[in-house]
């Protein structure tokens, strides 16, 4: 019987050990699933709703314990696990009130004795293979629409937070979930690769782009629906109208939140040079103030690095850029042990000649970049071949509209950043991903249209 080791960033203990899955396993549960699907596709959707109804309530009755075990097992600051776990509320809430509109029969046409329809049916098995980073969001974005239409779901959470992935089929089970119709799949990338490898009706795929040109690659001969929701590498500009000290404060935030290990993180930042010095010093300051810590502790902000290849990447980040004549503004060390430890880290003077500025970081490293002029940075934002999320801070609504107009990226930000709303798609575009979660559009792509012609005798 394969095992997974559950290893606590934050000070490399072994939290526990876990039965995994192996390809015989995951075969059977796709099975499983499959027979499951039908009958709980007919449950009606009131049904449904009440179901995830009682799955909210479990989730609010238990978030401590939920908390714990995400900071456990991610190095998630305590705080910020419950804030996730708070921020899951709405979304559950929006795709309990929209999921029976969104998929109801369009009637669309009488006329001449004919009547035409649009219907909603499930797609029939999802897989959803996910990340670790925000695993309630990024879980639940999938699953929980996925299951109000109708699917039954095979789920890989990510091997650094399958104690989550746990909790979250454990809950959905309690809440009345029939347990075929909802399968956890325990294990790193060789079960994603088992899982591929069933009869399946999707692959609703979050993590790197690496691992999502592996993931096209598997399905490229099979008819099965394909979304990639991968890295960003996402840009804001802070125009010569911007308040430097407020910029500063939300894009410090924007850029270490989650310690940097965000889809939507800050990455880069370009700022006009009229006020370029005053924002670097707002933005240092408002970094050197941020507490490191416990991730246990309440108080703590920054906690530790999920992942421990991760280090190297964020040093040589930090080599690269320095080497090219960036100014290590703050941080830039690996921390000792026990546990993966990254200063945060803020690098300027940076140029689009550095690793910092053009690929995915996924940690508390930030460039930043002075330009002369909007067009500049709207060039240089679009500098890149991702396209997740982008941004403008600036006094001028009607120059915030016309610059992000012009910047290719899934999800734009005018005095805000690293923000996702249950209320409109989150998508990526060029190697940031392809399809899309939230919204009404986000719970109809979990069905397939069929097309009613219907003609009176
Ligand atoms: P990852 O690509 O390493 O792993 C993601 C998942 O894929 C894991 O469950 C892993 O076990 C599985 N996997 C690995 N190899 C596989 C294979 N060959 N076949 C099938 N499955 C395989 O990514 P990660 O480290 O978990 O997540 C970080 C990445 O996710 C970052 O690039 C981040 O930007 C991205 N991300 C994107 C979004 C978004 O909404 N666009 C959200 C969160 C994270």
């Not at 109708?150 to 091997?159: D, F, H, I, M, T």
């Amino acid at each position: 019987m394969p095992t997974l080791d559950i290893h606590n960033p934050a000070t490399g203990a072994l939290v526990t050990t876990l039965p995994a899955d192996d390809a015989a396993s995951v075969a059977a549960k796709a099975t499983a699933a499959r027979a499951a699907q039908p009958a709980w596709a007919a449950v009606p959707i009131a049904d449904k709703v009440a179901v995830m109804q009682r799955f909210r309530a479990a989730v609010v009755a238990q978030i401590e314990t939920l908390a714990t075990t995400m900071t456990q097992e991610t190095g998630k600051p305590i705080a910020l696990s419950r804030n996730e776990l708070n921020g899951l509320l709405p979304r559950l809430d929006f795709f309990m009130e929209e999921a029976e509109s969104a998929v109801r029969d369009e009637h669309v046409f009488d006329g001449g004795g004919m009547h035409e329809q649009i219907g909603h049916i499930p797609l029939g098995v999802v897989l959803n293979i996910s990340a670790w980073n925000y695993p309630w969001f990024v879980g639940c974005n999938v699953i929980v629409p996925a299951l109000l239409t109708g699917n039954a779901v095979l789920y890989k959470p990510s091997e650094h937070a399958a104690l989550t992935g746990l909790h979250i089929t454990r809950l959905l089970h309690e809440a009345g979930v029939p347990a075929d119709a909802m399968q956890c799949l325990v294990g790193g990338g060789d079960v994603g690769v088992a899982a591929l490898a069933q009869r399946i009706d999707g692959v609703f795929f979050t993590g790197s782009h690496a691992t999502g040109v592996k993931i096209a690659q598997a399905v490229a001969h099979r008819m099965v629906k394909l979304q990639l929701e991968l890295g960003g590498k996402d840009p804001m500009y802070v125009r010569a109208d911007a308040d430097p000290r407020a910029a500063a404060e939300s894009l410090a935030d924007g850029a270490m939140y989650n310690t940097g290990q965000g889809c939507c993180s800050v990455e880069r930042i370009y700022v006009h040079e009229a006020v370029h010095d005053a924002f670097v010093d707002h933005f240092v300051t408002t970094v050197q103030g941020m507490k490191r810590g416990d991730p246990m502790d309440a108080s703590s902000y920054i906690g530790a690095i999920t992942r421990a290849p991760q280090l190297q990447v964020l040093q040589a980040q930090v080599a690269d850029a320095v080497a090219k004549g960036a100014t290590l503004a703050v941080g830039g060390r690996v921390l000792p042990g026990p546990g993966n430890w990254f200063e945060p880290t803020v690098l300027t003077n940076a140029t689009h000649a550095m690793e910092v500025m053009r690929e995915e970081s996924f940690g508390p490293i930030v460039g930043i970049e002075k330009v002369a002029s909007d067009d500049e940075a709207v060039a240089l934002m679009n500098d890149t071949r991702y396209g997740l999320t982008a941004g403008v801070y600036t006094r001028d609504e009607a120059k915030a509209r016309e610059l992000l107009a012009r910047v290719n990226a899934g999800s734009v930000y005018w005095n805000c950043c690293d923000r996702v709303s249950p209320r409109l798609p989150w998508s990526g575009q060029g190697d940031s991903g392809v399809g899309l979660t939230l919204s009404r559009h986000g719970i109809q792509t979990f069905t397939r249209p069929k097309a009613w012609h219907l003609r009176q005798a």
